[in-house]
């Protein structure tokens, strides 16, 4: 599992030879630390009006430094060797123009778009954005807000509000040095201080989305709650985590576990031992279930009013590959992939909600796939299912939303586990470095998408999927 690669291009003349031949050079990705500023330096925010304000004042309440101004962040970013490396860490530190003189790097950019009406509005901050691009510090973050586009807006807004889909998944593939960009999204009538868009924004520049870049995430409505405590965001939830036993669940649970949930760790009898020594590492309890099972929803719910008194959160992890070409697929390894990855889901969904024992705001976050979405050669039964995960919580948001639920799906791409290490080594290489960060995630980068989609402030989220992926560069 570990990435010999990078570890030999980040130092000495590893890391000569990888630039002088023109190879990737991933660096090790800024994740979450408990005590860590939220970002590694100052704070651009670009653009005017109530929203932009209101944007000011929450990031200053989370002790970020903030830069209103671009003209006064070098253009050149202290450096003349940054063309094709725009965060690149070579750099000398530049002034980010905070008044201090030579102070640290910008840590990130922040684009309030909520207000452009017309195409040509985006000249001024994108191209204001542009010329700070050099000063950010590595492992920095571009953060744009806008609004969702529809077809009840007029022409121009519509192609407005969309044209900043096309800026953003363009700029991040440009970013380099481990900075991402990703958006936010506000339906109509949502303002940029809602509860969600201001949580989105908060993970987003976080070290926890280290392996998210080139998303949007939409907040359609103004539900939601600001966590009393940011460092443990899912203090007195009780949440279910399948297939727990090892890989991205076992890391779900323990980051469910960090952030201040009780967890409930579920897997098939056969893995048994490994299940009980996660769930005595997050001190959570142990079920043993195989989810297929008709009365698997039953079993999740007993066990979890019984033992902890609540269900608040619910994860489908538990899944299975069974690859083979369409030409060659038969009926057992269709209907296996079918049986654990979607149809088990759904039921087990259907006898929760139809108990009536639910609380407000209960959360359901499905693992799904980016062969769901772009589709993968040999996995036609996988990609169904995972498909039919977006699917699901799509419909299912609407479900829930009469008693303040939410459900969203995660799409992991190449990420760092038992079952991406069996690939083939030079199959593996391609696909590792065929994103935006040239690397695999690693399953906490999951976890940690999950662990946002599951907490209070991301209550006005529903429906979205959200993918995890570095921002994979094949497919859709
Ligand atoms: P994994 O095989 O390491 O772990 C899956 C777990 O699910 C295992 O512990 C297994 O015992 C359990 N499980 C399988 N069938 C079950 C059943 N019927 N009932 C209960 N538990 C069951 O896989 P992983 O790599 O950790 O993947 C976790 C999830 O992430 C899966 O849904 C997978 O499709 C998805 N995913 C993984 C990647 C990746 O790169 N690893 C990429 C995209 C999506």
């Given at each position: ?252 649970a323990r980051t469910l576990a960090r952030d201040g949930a009780k967890v409930v760790v579920v897997d098939v009898p056969a893995a048994g031992d490994a299940l009980a020594k996660v ?130 799906a995660v799409a992991p791409g190449f990420i760092e586990t038992e079952m991406t290490a069996k690939i083939p080594f030079a199959t593996r290489e391609v696909a590792r470095r065929l ?42």
């Amino acid at each position: 599992m570990a990435d010999k690669y990078t570890d030999f291009v980040s130092r000495g003349w590893g890391r000569d030879l990888a630039k002088r031949l023109g190879l990737p050079q991933p660096v090790a990705l800024r994740r979450y630390e408990p005590g860590a500023p939220l970002v590694p330096g100052p704070v651009l925010l670009i653009g005017a009006g109530a929203g932009a304000d209101a944007l000011e004042t929450a990031l200053k309440g989370w002790d970020v430094e903030v830069v209103r101004d671009p003209a006064v962040v070098p253009a050149d970013g202290g450096t003349h060797d940054a063309g094709a490396s725009p965060a690149s860490s070579a750099s000398p530190a530049a002034s980010a123009g905070s008044g201090r003189g030579g102070a640290a790097k910008l840590g990130g950019i922040v684009l309030a778009l909520d207000t452009v009406a017309r195409p040509e509005d985006l000249s001024a901050p994108i191209l204001a954005a542009g010329r700070a691009l050099r000063s950010l510090a590595p492992n920095a973050r571009v953060v744009t807000v806008s609004r969702r586009s529809s077809t009840a807006d007029e022409p121009a807004l519509a192609a407005a509000r969309a044209g900043v889909d096309g800026i953003l998944r363009s700029l991040a593939k440009e970013l380099r040095s481990g900075a991402t960009g990703n958006g936010i999204l506000l339906a109509e009538g949502v303002g940029a201080d809602a509860p969600s868009a201001l949580g989105a924004l908060r993970f987003l520049l976080s070290g926890r989305s280290a392996f998210v870049d080139g998303q949007f995430v939409t907040v359609g409505t103004a539900k939601g709650e600001r966590p009393g405590d940011p460092e443990k965001p899912l203090a007195g939830k009780v949440a279910v985590v399948t297939g727990a036993a090892r890989g991205i669940g076992a890391a779900i649970a323990r980051t469910l576990a960090r952030d201040g949930a009780k967890v409930v760790v579920v897997d098939v009898p056969a893995a048994g031992d490994a299940l009980a020594k996660v769930a005595n590492e997050v001190r959570g309890t142990a079920l043993q279930l195989d989810i297929t099972k008709p009365e698997a929803g039953e079993r999740i719910l007993e066990h979890a009013l019984g033992r902890h008194g609540a269900l608040d959160i619910l994860v489908h992890n538990a899944g299975v590959t069974r690859d083979k070409l369409l030409a060659n697929m038969d009926a057992w390894r269709w209907d296996s992939v079918i049986a654990v990855n979607i149809a088990a889901q759904l039921r087990i969904n259907d006898a929760l909600l139809g108990s009536g024992r639910l609380g407000e705001g209960f959360r359901i976050v499905s693992v799904a796939s980016t062969s769901g979405i772009a589709g993968n050669r040999g996995q036609t039964n996988y990609a169904a299912s995972k498909a039919g995960v977006i699917g699901m919580v799509r419909s299912t948001a609407a479900r829930l939303a009469p008693i303040g639920g939410t459900a969203n799906a995660v799409a992991p791409g190449f990420i760092e586990t038992e079952m991406t290490a069996k690939i083939p080594f030079a199959t593996r290489e391609v696909a590792r470095r065929l994103n935006s960060l040239q690397q695999g995630g690693l399953p906490l980068d999951v976890a940690e998408a999950i662990a946002f989609l599951a907490s209070d402030a991301a209550g006005g989220i529903s429906g979205n999927v959200l993918r995890v992926c570095g921002q994979n560069l094949v497919g859709q």
